[in-house]
């Protein structure tokens, strides 16, 4: 495995292209882009301010940089180097700023959630859509770019809006049965469009794409909620992940659960397996002490090695507990990602000291990032109702 020398980036700001030819980091001000073969810049453009925000167009051919508290962003082209836009949101603020799916609209959401401005860089026309909510995910786009769900709150109550992404007018527009709507999400055929409550009542709506409510799925009562939610790639199952610390399997047909995960911090299953890594540095003898042994060494001499052990079960999974007399305590599913073949399901329960989940493309490798310790929990998800007694991978 080969590392690359150090480059300097600024508030996490560091994007691979979606087609993975390109590495874009931002310093500051400033916005560099990289060969991702080579590492070599490519394109250095400066920005009138301190970046906050960076993404890529869906085709990677512009880059998105936001200066929320100037209320500016800036469009930068790959193509044309000296072809640059600039949106000024003026008095009005700006809270956040994304691409549309086709890679040629922005949507620039204002300060207290006012409207959201739609700018488009080919017509350089404007479209303003009143009353967004301030929500955890209050915009979602279908898989295939064509529609955009958007809640909305008129009056004290929770709506949600259809839009075509063609020409940004009105589809559908449906009051939700909730009461207090924190987010959208579209199934991946985009047939469904999933909406749940906030934390403090357990309630997950299933909408049609004309706004009929399919189903209502609500696991218990009086206590904290939903914390997060993800589609399998094949929109056959729903998994609903809760400050209980529970996985919930919803199956596409009666929206009715299919099997429940839980996270056990003592792993006592026959079928697992358990690596645990172990550190230890190269013995040093006494002929090795040597001032020239030292210099040929260099500073190989104090690297320390690792070796993967198998432990025998049960084994205790560390885990952190949250301190509840704090603000938002850790508590709970925070994610969770479905492989590409539907056959697993991975999740991050509040404990465990994992900070993203992340899958291959392929399916069969699972990324997880931590700050001191990396912890994996496999669930396997079968493709028929019957397999709901899988057990934990």
Avoid at 98 to 115: K, M, Q
Avoid at 270 to 294: C, F, M, N, W
Wanted: net charge negative; with cysteine.
């Amino acid at each position: 495995m080969n590392f690359s020398e150090v480059f300097k980036q600024s508030n996490q700001l560091c994007r691979v292209s979606p087609d993975g030819k390109y590495l874009a980091t931002c310093v500051q001000y400033r916005l560099v882009v990289r060969d991702v073969n080579t590492l070599q810049i490519l394109h250095l453009y400066t920005c009138l301010d301190q970046i906050v925000h960076m993404e890529w167009s869906s085709d990677s051919l512009f880059i998105l940089c936001a200066m929320y508290k100037r209320g500016l962003v800036q469009v930068w082209s790959l193509e044309q180097p000296d072809w640059y836009c600039k949106i000024d949101e003026g008095s009005i603020g700006l809270v956040s700023s994304r691409w549309s799916p086709d890679g040629r609209h922005i949507l620039n959401t204002t300060e207290f959630h006012l409207r959201v401005t739609v700018w488009s860089l080919c017509t350089k026309a404007v479209s303003y859509i009143k009353y967004p909510k301030a929500c955890q995910k209050g915009i979602d786009f279908s898989r295939d770019g064509c529609y955009m769900a958007l809640a909305e709150r008129r009056d004290c109550r929770d709506y949600v809006s259809v839009f075509v992404c063609d020409d940004w007018h009105l589809l559908r527009h449906f009051e939700t049965e909730t009461q207090d709507l924190a987010g959208v999400e579209w199934s991946p055929n985009g047939c469904v469009l999933a909406v749940w409550d906030s934390c403090l009542e357990y309630k997950v709506l299933l909408y049609s794409l004309d706004g009929r409510l399919l189903s209502t799925f609500s696991a218990y009562e009086w206590s904290l909620g939903i914390k997060s939610l993800a589609w399998s790639p094949s929109s056959q199952f729903l998994a609903i992940g809760s400050y209980d610390g529970k996985v919930r399997i919803l199956n596409h047909i009666t929206w009715k659960k299919v099997t429940e995960f839980d996270h056990p911090a003592t792993i006592n299953n026959t079928k697992a397996v358990v690596y645990k890594e172990v550190e230890r540095k190269p013995v040093v003898g006494s002929a090795d002490l040597s001032i020239q042994h030292h210099i040929t060494m260099g500073s190989t001499l104090f690297n320390t090695q690792s070796k993967y052990e198998i432990c025998p079960l049960p084994v205790q999974v560390p885990v952190v507990k949250p301190d509840l007399d704090r603000a938002n305590p850790k508590v709970g599913v925070s994610s969770m990602a479905f492989s590409s073949d539907n056959r697993y399901l991975a999740t991050k329960n509040g404990g465990f000291q994992v900070q993203s989940v992340t899958w291959h493309c392929s399916g069969d490798s699972l990324i997880l990032l931590g700050k001191e310790q990396l912890c994996l929990c496999y669930m396997e998800v079968g493709e028929e109702e019957e397999e709901e007694d899988d057990d934990v991978k």
